[in-house]
């Protein structure tokens, strides 16, 4: 039986890894099989798949740009779903509760991106923006760009958040640095920064509470611990290096 006769007979959770990448890829040549074809791709894992980029995926044998397209549309929408809420606005009121929101979305890019979170006075979210997208060590942001959306909005409260390609979260002497002219430029708006947390597939940083594992996934998410829905489109348009649309 088929993949796809499978997941509408017993449903898409009953099929291996390598079953659901074979119904992404369609169908395989003599050459290359498509059960070969997924097998090869799944080599590393999904660890080492949900890193993959364009380039990587179209030099492994069998897989052509259409091939390689879907898998990447399926990966980015499995990354957009798990930092999906369950409901209604929650409050980023810890290190945690950043994280479960953060971390599915941020952790495991294989490029830095620098995104500013805007908070009420109860710590609720208002709008999540990305504010610059930058390369495998470096990500450009100027306080007046991490800051004009909290004026814009009307946001008493400020969480910044950017991750570590390396899988590394500890802050570099250019991250610690950025967080003095934030802290500095906050200040003198009238501007509360909550936090400035560091995401890397090893772990994440708070600059509030220090070094964190991992967020473990919470079956039982509580009203003030879960994530809001990202709204990526900044109210004003970042440096060369970011975008106001996370769909890029």
Known sequence: MHG????????????????????????????????EVAARLMRGGLLRLRRAGYASLVETPGVGEAQACRVLAALELGRRAVALPAGEKRRLWNAGAVARRLFPRLAFLAHEEFWVLLLNARL???????????????????????????LIHGAPVVLFAHNHPSGDPTPSSDDQRLQR???????????????HVVLAEEGMHSLREGRLLPPAPAPDAREDDEPDDFDARAPARAQSGGDDDDRR
């Open 124 to 150: 609720e979210e208002m709008h999540a923006v990305r504010i610059s997208l930058g390369g495998l060590t470096h990500c450009s942001v100027l306080p007046r760009e991490a800051l004009a959306p909290a």
């Open 181 to 195: 002219q934030l802290d500095e430029s906050a200040r003198m708006l009238g501007l509360r920064v909550a936090d």
């Open 4 to 35: 796809r006769e499978r997941i509408l007979s017993e449903g898409a959770g009953l099929l291996s890894e390598e079953e659901l990448l074979s119904v992404l890829v369609g169908s395989g040549t003599r050459a290359h099989p498509v059960g």
